[in-house]
């Protein structure tokens, strides 16, 4: 069985900081991975995807993240955050014969303050 | 333009109750899905229709009927709601595989 791990529930951040939010996964069978942003009293919006290829992924705002099989994470980073970017960010696996059912993380809130 | 609408936004409702919310998407997508979001915020799949056909059904009680009349909208009854079932309900679609498009959930609240 799948199964997400995101270490951080909180990461509060000042604007314009880095900032990385953690995620590992378990699996033992190939998946694809997925980052997605819920803004407050919203539905969730993808943000940045792998599926296969380059293993390093971007997102039109800023956003990037790094699948690393060996140590089975896709941890998601941005050189500097907008006070926008506060929002709850889930990380989801699924595996590759079963696009739609994601498995996701517990999911982080990112605060960012000026 | 809502590409995966889900009415109603809000529904509050007393134990005992039966109550549907409606989802419908217009990106022409074959796989539709119901996803759950309690109170801590964590997610997790209920069901899946593929060309109005059940393909997922996760350990959801049966008091939970998926209903989808085309493959353009999957509906959700819930009979004899109870205080257990207060969460936000996320509709979402997909196709070939491809990564989600979520409405923008339905805030159930039994009381």
């Known amino acids: 069985a799948q199964s997400v791990t995101q270490l951080d529930s909180q990461v509060p951040v000042f604007e314009e900081a880095p900032v990385e939010l953690r995620c590992n996964y378990s699996s033992s069978v190939s998946v694809y991975l997925f980052w997605y942003v819920q803004y407050p009293n919203q539905g969730l919006q993808l943000l940045l995807k792998y599926l296969s290829g380059s293993t390093l992924v971007e997102s039109i705002n800023g956003f990037e993240a790094e699948f690393n099989k060996s140590q089975t994470s896709f941890h998601l980073r941005k050189p500097s955050v907008h006070i926008s970017d506060t929002a709850e960010y889930f990380c989801a696996v699924s595996e590759q014969n079963q696009g739609g059912k994601l498995i996701f993380g517990q999911g982080t809130e990112l605060s960012v303050k000026p | 333009d809502t590409a995966v609408s889900q009415t109603p936004k809000y529904l509050v409702t007393q134990m005992g109750n039966d109550k549907s919310i409606k989802c419908e998407q217009n990106l022409g997508h074959d796989t539709m899905y119901w996803y759950k979001q309690d109170s801590k915020k964590f997610l997790k799949i209920m069901f899946s229709?593929?060309?109005?056909?059940?393909?997922i059904n996760e350990t959801v009680p049966n008091r939970f009927s998926p209903k989808s009349p085309d493959k353009a909208h999957l509906n959700l009854h819930i009979n004899s709601l109870e205080l257990g079932d207060s969460a936000v309900y996320f509709c979402?679609?997909?196709?070939?595989?491809?990564?989600?498009?979520f409405g923008n959930g339905t805030r159930l609240t039994v009381t």
């Open positions: 979402a679609s997909s196709q070939d595989q491809r990564p989600l498009h």
């Open positions: 229709y593929n060309n109005k056909e059940l393909i």
